[in-house]
């Protein structure tokens, strides 16, 4: 049983527009939400979180949305860079609890 | 510079052999946590450390042991390797359990067991 998916295994854009990246999970218990960049050889990165009593996050160019009764979540990247051509995880846990649970992550791909 | 350091980057080894991979962190961060990441299956959790002497299984533990005798250091040991453990590994760190801030994590190891 799958408890975070990314549904789309990957996602081609151009330079300059936006990016959206989604998330879906299953176990309500889930409390706190996060997003990790990985480059090829290297380990992944943390790039923003959110917490589930929130249901935006902003960072830069980059914001998470949250949407709790659909157990939804997404990452915009505005505007795109080549540089954001990466893999990207989305992960989710429970506060005090030790385990995170990651997704199979998406594939972005920013062409100039 | 802070960072956690996975060794070694690359190995293969054969069927039974037992072999350790050392993952050590300079960031006095609590909590430590290995990874394995197969083709389609994204990150799964192996074992996880929330402080020193404290560890706990996280989804795919069978064939995996951890110690945590020190803060900076997470080794992970395989007392048996099989095939189906050539992976990826990552070894990650963090403060409390990394919900503000996430995870720190090392560059990897590649397992091939044959």
């Known amino acids: 049983d799958q408890q975070v998916k990314q549904n789309s295994p990957s996602l081609s854009v151009q330079e300059g527009r936006i990016s959206i990246l989604n998330c879906d999970y299953t176990?309500?218990?889930?409390?706190?939400f996060l997003w990790y960049k990985k480059y090829p050889a290297e380990g992944p990165t943390f790039l923003i979180s959110?917490?589930?009593?929130?249901d935006k996050n902003e960072d830069g160019r980059f914001t998470v949305f949250l949407n709790k009764s659909a157990k939804h979540l997404s990452l915009h990247i505005v505007p795109s860079q080549p540089g954001d051509s990466a893999v990207y995880f989305c992960?989710?846990?429970?506060?005090?609890?030790?385990?995170?649970?990651f997704g199979d992550g998406t594939t972005l791909t920013v062409k100039p | 510079e802070a960072q956690v350091t996975q060794n070694p980057r690359y190995l293969i080894t054969v069927t039974g052999k037992k072999l350790t991979v050392t993952c050590s962190q300079n960031?006095?961060?609590?909590?430590m946590s290995w990874y394995r990441q197969d083709p389609g299956l994204g990150l799964r959790q192996i074992y996880y450390s929330m402080n020193v002497e404290v560890t706990d299984k996280g989804d795919v533990p069978e064939g995996y042991k951890v110690s945590r005798k020190e803060k900076r250091n997470f080794p992970l040991i395989l007392e048996s390797p099989s095939p189906n453990q050539t992976s990826l590994y990552f070894c990650?760190?963090?403060?409390?359990?990394?919900?503000?801030?996430?995870?720190?994590f090392g560059s990897g190891t590649r397992l091939t067991v044959v």
């Open positions: 959110i917490s589930s009593i929130k």
């Open positions: 990650a760190s963090s403060l409390s359990s990394g919900l503000h801030y996430g995870y720190t």
């Open positions: 960031m006095n961060h609590e909590y």
């Open positions: 176990n309500s218990m889930f409390d706190y």
């Open positions: 992960a989710a846990t429970r506060s005090n609890a030790g385990k995170s649970t």
